[in-house]
């Protein structure tokens, strides 16, 4: 999508701090970070949230997940990290091409308000 911010992001227009990339999904670190560790792992496909997915993304959400969790390792976050999706403006979603968020590195609350 011509306007996305990730999109952008994955073609390279837009500088990130990259940690991972293949040909379906892309990391990089969080630019405004909650937490000593925080990265974002997003699919190359523009997907716009959790709301909108459709069977055919169940396997890149599954790769997503097991990419992100790599990361973490790398980190060395230990076995504490939090995996957050936003699906909403109500939900605090500021970017609407799905991403998820791996936050660590400090101790995390619950709920997380
Ligand atoms: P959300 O609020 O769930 O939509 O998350 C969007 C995230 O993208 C926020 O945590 C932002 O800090 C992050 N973000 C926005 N712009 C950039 C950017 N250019 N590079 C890296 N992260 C970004
Ligand atoms: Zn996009």
């Known amino acids: ?16 701090d990259r940690l991972y990339e293949d040909d379906d999904v892309y990391a990089f ?7 000593p560790v925080h990265f ?11 709301a909108a997915l459709t069977e ?8 997503m997940m097991r990419v992100g969790a790599d ?8 076995d504490a990290f939090r995996v957050v ?6 939900a605090g979603q ?6 998820m968020h791996i936050l660590g590195g400090r101790s995390l ?3 997380p308000g």
């Open 1 to 16: 999508m011509a306007d996305c911010l990730f999109c952008k992001i994955i073609k390279g227009d837009i500088p990130s």
């Open 109 to 111: 609350s619950w709920p």
């Open 56 to 63: 055919e993304d169940e396997k890149i959400i599954g790769k």
């Open 94 to 99: 500021t970017v609407f091409h799905i991403h």
């Open 29 to 35: 670190r969080d630019i405004s970070p909650q937490a």
């Open 40 to 50: 974002l792992v997003i699919p190359k496909k523009h997907i716009s949230g959790p």
């Open 71 to 78: 990361i973490a390792k790398q980190e060395e976050v230990g």
């Open 85 to 90: 999706f936003n699906n909403g403006a109500g």
